[in-house]
C-alpha cells in the first residue's frame, strides 16, 4: 500500500490537538507530496526496505540525545506528553529514513537525499479508528558515505591593465675605444582602468568520511552545471581518509555567462562506500557575488638591470605610477658607430600577461688613434707660452686655461706650472691635465689610460691639495694614476707620441 506524507504544517498544527484527530485527517493529507510512505510488517529492515544499510532501534524511545555510533549522534522529541507525533534534529548523520512500529504494523517514511532532522513523524493509524498510539520501537536508517559537498560563489573577473615607458640618455654617447661608460635608465609603470575577463564560479568543497572506516579517496569532481571544476585538494587524489574526518579541497570552472547553474559534487571512494551530494544553486544575482581582479600585481624586469634575474620591483594597482631607475655599463665597443637597445617588461602574477618598452642609445667609438703630446707642448702652446696658441685650450672649460681645476684653488696651467715639492697631488695634476688636453686634441684612450684618467677625477674631484698631502693611502692613489697618465702621455701606451710637430721638447 502507498501513502504520501502530511504536510509539515498539518502535522506541526496537529501536534498542538488531539492526536487520534490529527490521525483521522491522515489519510487525506497524504495527497500534498510525493514522499513515500507505506505501512509495512513489524520486524521490517532498513535494508530491506531499501532505506540504506545501517540502522538505529530505539525501544519504547523517550525525549532525549541517542548515539548513533562513538562519533555521531542524534535528538529525539515528542510533541507532547500524548507521546504519538515526534520528530529529530541534530543528527551528525544524515537519514535515508525512519520506521516506526506499533503491535504487528509499521509505517515506512522515506527521506529521499537524506536529512539531519525531520518534524511530525509518528506509527501507522489503526485500520479502524485512525487513532494514532506511542510507538513500541523507532528504527533510524542510514548509510555510511562519503559526503562530497561543494559551496559555490559567482564571481566576475577583471584584469587589470599596465602601461610601462622605458627613458635613458638621449644625447650621443661617445667613447674611445675599449672605454665603457655608465647611463641611466628610467622605466615607469602606471595602472590603467581594469577590462572584463569572464565569469566564474569557485568555492570550497568539502569531502568528508562520515563511516568507522579508513577509506581511500580516488578522485573528487565537481560539476558547474556540464563544466567540470578544475579541483585542488591538500594532497593530491588518491588520498585516504581517516573515519570521521574531513578534508577542504577547491574547486574553479570558468563559465561563458551568468546563467544560474547547479553545483554538484561527487568521488570515487573504497569500500563501496556511498557517495552522497547536494546539489546547490550556484546564481550571480545572489548577494554575495565577488568581483576578482587578475594581475593586480606585476613584477618588473630589464634586460640592463644589473641584477639578479634583471629583476626591478614589484608593482600592485594600489601603489599607483611607480618609477624604478638604475644604472648600466655600455661598453667597450669596436671603432664606429654602435646602437644598444634593450627592454623593460612586466609580467602579470595571475596571468602571466606580459608587455615591455625598449629604448636606444646610439653612440660612436673614435677611430683615429691620434697622438700625445707633452706637458711641456701644452703650456708653450698656451697664452702664457711664446709659442703659437693651440685652441685645444678652448675645450677645457669656459674660462679656457683659466678654468677652476678641482678643489686646487688654481687654474689649469696654474696647477701645470706648480712644481710638486714632495705633494703628488701637483705631479698628477700636471699629468691629468696633459692627458685632458691630449683626449681633447684626438688621441685616444687606451683602456689603462681610461681606467687611470676615471680615478684621477675622482680622487681630484673629493680632495684637497694638503689632503692628499696628509693621506697616505690618497698619495698612494695619486703616485699611481700620475704614473699611468705619464706612460700615456710619453707614448709609453695608447696611440704613442707625436713626432711630426714642431716645438717638441720634453721636460718628462
Excluded at 507530496?33 to 523517550?62: E, F, H, N, R
Excluded at 506509527?123 to 561543494?150: H, K, M, N, R
Aim: aromatic letters at 10%.
Amino acid at each position: 500500500m502507498r501513502f504520501v506524507a502530511p504536510t509539515s504544517f498539518f502535522l506541526l498544527a496537529a501536534a498542538c490537538t488531539n492526536s487520534n484527530d490529527s490521525a483521522a485527517r491522515w489519510q487525506k493529507s497524504l495527497a500534498q507530496t510525493d514522499q513515500k510512505i507505506a505501512v509495512v510488517p513489524a520486524g521490517s529492515t532498513c535494508a530491506g526496505l531499501g532505506l540504506g544499510g545501517q540502522q538505529l532501534t530505539l525501544a519504547t524511545p523517550v525525549d532525549g540525545d541517542y548515539a548513533i555510533d562513538a562519533h555521531n549522534k542524534l535528538t529525539f522529541r515528542y510533541y507532547d506528553d500524548t507521546n504519538t507525533i515526534f520528530y529529530f534534529t541534530q543528527s551528525t548523520i544524515r537519514m535515508t529514513g525512519v520506521i516506526v512500529t506499533i503491535g504487528d504494523r509499521a509505517l515506512m517514511w522515506e527521506m529521499p537525499g537524506g536529512a539531519d532532522g525531520w518534524p511530525s513523524l509518528h506509527g501507522p493509524p489503526e485500520p479502524d479508528t485512525d487513532d494514532i498510539y506511542s510507538p513500541d520501537q523507532v528504527a533510524f536508517c542510514y548509510d555510511y558515505e562519503l559526503y562530497v559537498q561543494p559551496s559555490p560563489y559567482a564571481n566576475h573577473a577583471q584584469r587589470a591593465t599596465w602601461m610601462i615607458t622605458k627613458t635613458g640618455r638621449t644625447d650621443q654617447l661617445v667613447l674611445a675605444e675599449g672605454q665603457t661608460e655608465t647611463v641611466d635608465y628610467d622605466v615607469t609603470v602606471r595602472p590603467g582602468q581594469p577590462t572584463g575577463a569572464g565569469q566564474y564560479i569557485d568555492g570550497p568543497v568539502f569531502v568528508q568520511n562520515k563511516s568507522p572506516h579508513t577509506v581511500t579517496v580516488g578522485a573528487v569532481r565537481t560539476m558547474v552545471g556540464s563544466i567540470a571544476a578544475t579541483i585542488t585538494c591538500p594532497t593530491s587524489p588518491p588520498f585516504t581518509m581517516a573515519p570521521f574526518t574531513i578534508m577542504e579541497c577547491a574547486f574553479k570552472a570558468d563559465v561563458p555567462d551568468t546563467t544560474d547553474r547547479n553545483v554538484v559534487g561527487s568521488a570515487a571512494v573504497s569500500n563501496n562506500l556511498k557517495v552522497t551530494t547536494i546539489e546547490v544553486m550556484a546564481s550571480f544575482a545572489a548577494h554575495n557575488t565577488g568581483t576578482t581582479t587578475f594581475d593586480r600585481c606585476i613584477d618588473i624586469t630589464d634586460e640592463a638591470a644589473p641584477y639578479e634575474g634583471h629583476y626591478l620591483g614589484t608593482v600592485c594597482t594600489e601603489d599607483g605610477e611607480e618609477k624604478m631607475t638604475f644604472s648600466a655599463e655600455l661598453g667597450p665597443f669596436a671603432c664606429g658607430n654602435f646602437s644598444v637597445t634593450n627592454a623593460a617588461k612586466y609580467t602579470g602574477l595571475d596571468t602571466g600577461a606580459t608587455a615591455s618598452a625598449s629604448w636606444t642609445i646610439n653612440g660612436s667609438v673614435q677611430c683615429s688613434s691620434g697622438c700625445t703630446l707633452s706637458a711641456f707642448y701644452w703650456i708653450m702652446h698656451s697664452h702664457l707660452g711664446w709659442r703659437t696658441y693651440n685652441p685645444t685650450w678652448n675645450a677645457v672649460g669656459a674660462q679656457g686655461e683659466r678654468t677652476a681645476f678641482f678643489r686646487s684653488g688654481l687654474n689649469y696651467i696654474q696647477a701645470m706650472l706648480v712644481p710638486s715639492l714632495g705633494n703628488p697631488y701637483f705631479t698628477l695634476a700636471r699629468a691629468y691635465a696633459t692627458t685632458k688636453l691630449n683626449k681633447l686634441n684626438g688621441a685616444s684612450f687606451s683602456p689603462q689610460a681610461t681606467t687611470a684618467f676615471n680615478d684621477a677625477t675622482a680622487l681630484l674631484t673629493a680632495s684637497t691639495p694638503l689632503q692628499v698631502l696628509l693621506s697616505s693611502s690618497l698619495r698612494k692613489q695619486a703616485v699611481k694614476a700620475a704614473a699611468a697618465l705619464r706612460d700615456y702621455n710619453q707614448g709609453r701606451t695608447g696611440p704613442g707620441r707625436c713626432t711630426c710637430k714642431a716645438a717638441l721638447d720634453s721636460d718628462d
